[in-house]
């Protein structure tokens, strides 16, 4: 019902930069935020960075004036820009979306694949 597909990510040396980008289809009636989290190996799943409809965002600590999430409403899409990457933000990110479906009245989470990014140092 809902699909949900990130892309742009790969290997890049420390220092430099990648976006992200994230697309969800189907019967969506609307979108109340969308996000990225990542995952390292032995770790747990971690928000990143995250933009409501209204455009407020969220960002962890680690990544703070070096990520920059935006979202195109009319896209259902969103980006996530990372500079001065380290190879502590080397993890698998995911795209979440939360939606509301036509065929529903209840909000749901929707997941991604996602996306390798490794950063070499």
């Known amino acids: 019902q809902v699909r949900v597909v990130e892309s742009g990510g790969g290997l890049v040396q420390a220092g430099g930069s990648l976006r992200l980008s994230c697309a969800a289809s189907?019967?969506?009636?609307?979108?109340?935020?969308m996000g990225w989290y990542r995952q390292a190996p032995g770790n747990e799943r971690e928000l990143v960075a995250a933009?409501?409809?209204?455009?407020?965002?969220n960002y962890a600590d680690s990544v703070k004036g070096r990520f920059t999430i935006s979202r195109d409403n009319a896209k259902n899409t969103v980006y996530l820009l990372m500079n001065s990457l380290k190879p502590e933000d080397t993890a698998v990110y995911y795209c979440?979306?939360?939606?509301?479906?036509?065929?529903?009245?209840?909000?749901?989470?929707?997941w991604g694949q996602g996306t390798q990014v490794t950063v070499s140092s």
């Open positions: 933009i409501t409809s209204g455009g407020s965002t």
């Open positions: 979440n979306t939360v939606a509301r479906l036509y065929s529903s009245t209840k909000v749901g989470t929707y």
């Open positions: 189907g019967s969506i009636f609307s979108i109340n935020a």
